[in-house]
């Protein structure tokens, strides 16, 4: 009569329980969802930059437009408004919009394009700083939304520009 040969006790238990298998997915489930998050976050954070730098840019780009326009301050007969001695006179406000210059999918020009559009507010104002040396101060401020979180930002940039300069 044939009988099966006995297994010790140490081959029976050579395999993984119910238990241990559940706690290795749940520990790997647990560092995937961090590995996700922190791949979310990363992506959030490099388009925030990105718009960031644009509306820097155009803000810079306002406030050295204004400071090209000319003033002469020392010039007679005094005369403000386009093409005179004083271009921008103290208390000049003015407020340009446009579509934010980053890269996107589809033709932001077109109507249908409005869903790729990410538009910029950018407000100019200049103000005397002093009489005595004449300087100016040319404010930027641009104003844009951050669509992922609908919250309003502002880039600004400040200069200080001196007569005939």
């Known amino acids: 009569m044939l009988t099966q040969p006995r ?21 790997l489930s647990v560092v ?4 996700i998050y922190g791949y979310v976050q990363a992506n959030r954070m490099s388009e925030w930059s990105s718009m960031s ?19 002469r301050p020392r010039d007679w007969p005094p005369t403000n408004g ?3 001695m004083d271009e921008l006179t103290n208390g000049t406000v003015k407020i340009q919009t446009d579509i934010m210059d980053i890269p996107m999918q589809g033709d932001p020009g077109s109507a ?3 869903n790729f559009a990410f538009w910029v507010t950018n407000i100019i104002t ?3 700083y002093s009489i005595n040396p004449t300087i100016r101060q040319i404010r930027s401020e641009c104003h844009w939304t951050f ?4 919250q309003v930002q502002t880039n600004t940039t400040i200069l200080l520009r001196a007569a005939d300069q």
């Open 126 to 128: 200049v103000t005397n």
């Open 147 to 150: 669509p992922l979180t609908g």
């Open 32 to 35: 995937f969802a961090g590995l």
């Open 82 to 84: 386009p093409g005179t």
């Open 53 to 71: 730098l644009a509306a820097q840019a155009y803000a810079a780009q306002g406030a050295e437009q204004a400071r090209a326009a000319d003033w």
């Open 7 to 27: 297994h010790s006790h140490d081959e029976r238990i050579k395999g993984y329980a119910l238990g241990e298998v559940l706690i290795a997915f749940g520990v």
């Open 112 to 114: 249908s394009g409005t």
